[in-house]
């Protein structure tokens, strides 16, 4: 069956670096577009970056850009999430997603929290 299982979250002091990891199994990685979602307390989850299936070409949330990173290996079937210099307010939960027309795919989150 399909499969994303993220990984990488954590505890992390502001100013400080994570990489989340999202692993894909059940379908063929290499044709979906991939992306990663955050969604905090209380709000609606929301796009933080999206790399096209080859990794050509990347999209990022004005409030990420220059301090995130995604990227893939689809050889591993795998995407990432580089995140540097993290601030408070990207605490949340971070979703990785999958996508190929009308097939839409989420895994189950990883918790990020950024506090001192």
């Known amino acids: 069956q399909v499969q994303l299982v993220e990984s990488g979250g954590g505890l992390v002091q502001p100013g400080g670096s994570l990489r989340l990891s999202c692993a894909g199994s059940?379908?063929?990685?290499?044709?979906?577009?991939m992306s990663w979602y955050q969604q905090a307390p209380g709000k609606e989850r929301e796009l933080v970056a999206r790399?096209?299936?080859?990794?050509?070409?990347?999209t990022y949330a004005d409030s990420v850009k220059g301090r995130f990173t995604i990227s893939r290996d689809n050889a591993k079937n795998t995407v990432y999430l580089q995140m540097n210099s993290l601030k408070p307010e990207d605490t949340a939960v971070y979703y990785c997603?999958?996508?190929?027309?009308?097939?839409?795919?989420w895994g189950q989150g990883t918790q990020v929290t950024v506090s001192s």
């Open positions: 997603n999958a996508m190929f027309y009308s097939n839409r795919f």
């Open positions: 059940g379908f063929t990685f290499s044709m979906y577009v």
């Open positions: 790399i096209n299936s080859s990794g050509s070409n990347t």
